[in-house]
Nanobody
Framework: QVQLVESGGGLVQAGGSLRLSCAASGDTFSSYTVGWFRQAPGKEREFVAAISWTGTNTYYADSVKGQCTISRDNAKNTVYLQMNSLKPENTAVYYC?????????????????????WGQGTQVTVSS
């Protein structure tokens, strides 16, 4: 089992950047697949990015390709989400999630149902 804590959110102007962090404890984080999801008020939770437990494979929602970069530092037990050129529509609560599973099909990385450990979320607000 692993506990996740997100940080790095805040209020930024459009065009600005943020780096979100997901710090893990309770287990060996390097053994977990990790994903980032976001949920805006009144909208469904949506996939943003994911990274395999080996760190050799990364996946992104089409809407954030070129804008976001996911990475992990297993020595620090942390996964990052770098977000650039932020827009007001990026405003949401961003959640880090983890799974102990190793997925055969890449489509599995996109489903929130495949992640069983979730952080409390960090608010990202982008003003115009």
């Amino acid at each position: 089992q692993v506990q996740l804590v997100e940080s790095g959110g805040g209020l930024v102007q459009a065009g600005g950047s943020l780096r979100l962090s997901c710090a893990a404890s309770g287990d060996t984080f390097s053994s977990y697949t990790v994903g980032w999801f976001r949920q805006a008020p009144g909208k469904e939770r949506e996939f943003v990015a994911a990274i395999s437990w080996t760190g050799t494979n990364t996946y992104y929602a089409d809407s954030v390709k070129g804008q976001c970069t996911i990475s992990r530092d297993n020595a620090k037990n942390t996964v990052y989400l770098q977000m650039n050129s932020l827009k007001p529509e990026n405003t949401a609560v961003y959640y880090c999630a983890a799974s102990a599973k190793i997925y055969v099909y890449i489509a599995s990385y996109f489903s929130a149902d495949n992640y069983h450990y979730w952080g409390q979320g960090t608010q990202v607000t982008v003003s115009s």
